[in-house]
T-cell receptor, first 113, second 113 residues
Framework: DAGITQSPRHKVTETGTPVTLRCHQT?????MYWYRQDPGHGLRLIHY???????DKGEVSDGYSVSRSKTEDFLLTLESATSSQTSVYFC????????????FGPGTRLLVL | GQQVMQIPQYQHVQEGEDFTTYCNSS?????IQWYKQRPGGHPVFLIQ?????EVKKQKRLTFQFGEAKKNSSLHITATQTTDVGTYFC?????????????FGKGTLLTVNP
């Protein structure tokens, strides 16, 4: 695997509470991504980062914010979690040496009650 | 925006039968990538195709990239229970950026032993 870890791996929270998910890489790759995966929808991009403090929105960014203060860490924050944000969240990094192929972390299962 | 369609959504086969999944993009792609996700796991990169008409093999898996670089297929010969999982295709996003992929919704393959 490409040296990507996610924490926590599982989380149960209540509607309205803030949640932060962490992605950590040891590969020093420039590009990092957050996806959510839901049945029938495949993988949908939430936000991505192309460098420290450089981020941009994906197709389903509403209700999410991100931060990247160090190359190795990419944080995803749900400011006020809703039940529609119950999902599996994957972090990924992109290997520029291999034409943009992406390597995924193990995922975080989030349940919002 | 760019769309990547995959068919079928589901496929159930008997062990030893062949399996094919198809991927179609609404736009011409600079490359196409295939990923496999085992049940409960994370997507894992399988292969990248770059050239028009390219065919690549990985043991029992054969990957093709169409002449127009808008479609691709993955064929598995003589499926085994280890082939179970969801197969995704993905192509670079608009503006030809290799660093932002659009994923198809995937084909879930189940194999009856």
């Amino acid at each position: 695997d490409a040296g990507i870890t996610q924490s926590p791996r599982h989380k149960v929270t209540e509607t309205g509470t803030p949640v932060t998910l962490r992605c950590h890489q040891t590969e020093n790759h420039r590009y990092m991504y957050w996806y959510r995966q839901d049945p029938g929808h495949g993988l949908r991009l939430i936000h991505y980062s192309y460098g420290v403090k450089d981020t941009d929105k994906g197709e389903v960014s509403d209700g999410y914010s991100v931060s990247r203060s160090k190359t190795e860490d990419f944080l995803l924050t749900l400011e006020s979690a809703t039940s529609s944000q119950t999902s599996v969240y994957f972090c990924a990094i992109s290997d520029s040496r291999r034409g943009g192929t992406q390597y995924f972390g193990p995922g975080t299962r989030l349940l919002v009650l | 925006g760019q769309q990547v369609m995959q068919i079928p959504q589901y496929q159930h086969v008997q062990e030893g039968e062949d399996f094919t999944t198809y991927c179609n993009s609404s736009t011409t792609l600079s490359n196409i990538q295939w990923y496999k996700q085992r049940p409960g796991g994370h997507p894992v990169f399988l292969i990248q195709l770059v050239k028009s008409g390219e065919v690549k093999k990985q043991k029992r898996l054969t990957f093709q990239f169409g002449e127009a670089k808008k479609n691709s297929s993955l064929h598995i010969t003589a499926t085994q229970t280890t082939d179970v999982g969801t197969y995704f295709c993905a192509g670079p996003g608009m503006q030809g950026s290799n660093y932002k992929l659009t994923f198809g919704k995937g084909t879930l393959l189940t194999v009856n032993p």
